[in-house]
């Protein structure tokens, strides 16, 4: 048997969007900024995108910028913003445990004389809107929060956090990095207050390489990228018509059979968390106090620290069990270093190189997860037992 529980690093595409991809790179493959009547058509493909990712966010199809993924979008939100606000002053907000794409762009602007607040996060993840409110001042631009953790999937206060920012500081631009949400959570920008999202397409059962940047009719921001001018001259390069048809298709499925998919997978990580419990000494990260199932964090990430047992030696025997998992964060998977999620919510040392990221999907069975445990079962004594030699 294979399992892929790294669904929080990149998703199997879903075999109705495979067929669209195929259809428009085969068939109807022109260039949307055509005039003839292949262009025609990508256009529609295009067109098609925009109605659909604006439909299911509820905001206006000019407001939908396709970007080449998740990283892109974060860093034309920041970068954008914070150039375009700078005359009313330079100040930014974020948090400690945001993705690398928002960590190192807000780094490149400090050095660019922006003031960067990072705020903590409590023991299962969650800002402090009492930080937040007392980081705010006259000068704060922006303020970037991501909606689900990619590592221990804890979910922020997004809403109540949208409107606090704006009672305080109407002009302060609010961004949500919400790659590990859409899809997991209905998100309504406009009526949460949110002036710029982020979503990405490999996340959601989508191609890699595309992903949105929703940007409020409201907000000034400037390009990242130049050229031809599409996308209303925000973000120019020839259109991903492929991608951006794919992306809208799982986006369209997933929310089709939102209610049932997100309810088993709440069934799955309550079953899982309840029968990894089993093993002597586990933690699992990121649980709401008294909430031992998990309510109120994502759906389809468990993080679980194993004591006396490395990730990366836990993760290759579970592989050799054609069992794929991740040690963290995909993005930083390859560059070994001391999680900062981690590190934020007060996990101890010795756990912080012995923590697994399992994370679901609509493709999880049942039958995946007893074959999961069972091996863990089984390999975790015996790795125990060679690590203390």
């Not at 303020?143 to 206060?157: D, F, R």
């Not at 934020?344 to 912080?352: M, N, R, S, T, W």
Request: glycine share 8%; charged share 20%.
């Amino acid at each position: 048997m294979e399992v892929y529980l790294d669904n929080s690093a990149t998703t199997r595409v879903l075999p109705e969007v495979a067929e669209l991809i195929t259809k428009i790179m085969c068939e109807d493959y022109g260039n949307p900024s055509s005039l003839h009547m292949k262009g025609v058509q990508a256009e529609q493909y295009l067109r098609y995108a925009r109605e659909t990712m604006a439909r299911l966010l509820k905001v206006n199809e000019k407001e939908i910028i396709f970007t080449s993924g998740g990283t892109e979008s974060d860093n034309m939100a920041l970068t954008g913003c914070a150039f375009a606000g700078s005359r009313r002053g330079k100040h930014i907000i974020t948090t400690q445990i945001e993705h690398p794409a928002v960590l190192k762009t807000c780094a490149y602007l400090e050095s660019e004389g922006f003031r960067v607040t990072y705020l903590p996060v409590n023991a299962w993840g969650q800002i402090s809107l009492d930080d937040l409110r007392r980081a705010m001042t006259p000068e704060t631009i922006l303020v970037s929060i991501m909606y689900v953790n990619n590592e221990i999937g804890s979910i922020q206060p997004i809403e109540l956090a949208g409107a606090m920012i704006k009672q305080i500081n109407p002009y302060t631009l609010f961004h949500v990095d919400a790659v590990q949400g859409f899809g997991k959570a209905r998100i309504y920008p406009k009526r949460m207050g949110i002036d710029l999202m982020s979503v990405s397409g490999h996340k959601i059962h989508g191609p890699k390489g595309i992903g949105v940047l929703y940007i409020g009719e409201k907000v000034k921001i400037r390009p990242i990228l130049y050229g031809g001018g599409q996308q209303m001259n925000l973000r120019s390069g020839t259109d991903n018509v492929p991608g951006a048809a794919g992306m809208a298709k799982a986006a369209e499925l997933l929310y089709a059979h939102y209610d049932s998919d997100i309810s088993n997978l709440y069934q799955y990580k309550k079953y899982f968390m309840e029968n990894v419990r089993r093993i002597e000494g586990v933690r699992i990260n990121g649980l709401l106090p008294g909430k031992p199932d998990g309510e109120g964090t994502a759906p389809h990430i468990v993080s679980v620290s194993v004591p006396g047992v490395r990730s990366e030696v836990l993760l290759h025997a579970l592989e050799d069990s054609r069992i794929y998992v991740s040690a963290g964060s995909a993005c930083a998977a390859r560059k070994p270093q001391p999680s900062a999620t981690l590190k934020a919510i007060g996990v101890e040392k010795p756990l912080l190189e012995s923590t697994i990221r399992f994370s679901f999907s609509v493709y999880t069975t049942k039958e995946e997860l007893d074959y999961t445990l069972r091996e863990m079962y089984g390999k975790i004594p015996m790795l125990r037992k060679y690590q203390r030699r």
